[in-house]
């Protein structure tokens, strides 16, 4: 009961990959017009960008399933029906929505290099997050937590 809710691994985590998925979109929001050759600020330019965060959050699933810094995020997936259920369901919505969305989402269908680029974007959090279980983390809490009065 005094243990705070946030571990300082998980602190770790949601600060290395907020700082990664900040960063790898403000790329894709300020060059993404030269690195697509698409016009900026456009419906097609701001599709990619969105496609891309929804992959981070999605492929990021995958490394909140251990809080240990363990390196096998995979280890008994088989065993997460539920899991493996909001992946499938997630996955196949975004394809729906950035494909035939259309102007109800205000997207733009996305061809193979851009929908390729969105997913390697997500994709990557998985190996920055091996990155960060390397990292040691003191067990020492950030914050202490509070004492009842």
């Excluded at 701001?46 to 096998?72: G, H, L, M, P, S």
């Excluded at 029906?81 to 950035?98: E, R």
């Excluded at 733009?108 to 983390?137: E, V, Y």
Aim: proline share 5%; with cysteine.
């Amino acid at each position: 009961k005094t243990e705070p809710l946030l571990s300082n691994r998980m602190w770790k985590h949601i600060l290395g990959q907020g700082l990664y998925q900040t960063l790898v979109l403000l790329v894709v929001l300020y060059a993404g017009q030269e690195i697509f050759e698409v016009f900026s600020r456009s419906t097609e330019h701001y599709t990619i960008i969105f496609n891309a965060f929804v992959w981070c959050q999605v492929f990021n699933e995958f490394n909140a399933r251990k809080i240990n810094d363990e390196f096998n995020i995979l280890e008994n997936i088989h065993k997460s029906p539920v899991f493996l259920v909001v992946f499938v369901i997630t996955a196949a919505a975004q394809a729906v929505i950035v494909q035939w969305g259309g102007n109800a989402v205000r997207v733009t269908p996305l061809n193979a290099q851009q929908w390729g680029a969105s997913l390697l974007i997500g994709f990557i959090s998985i190996p920055f997050s091996m990155f960060l279980r390397c990292i040691p983390t003191t067990r020492k809490p950030i914050s202490a937590p509070k004492k009842k009065v």
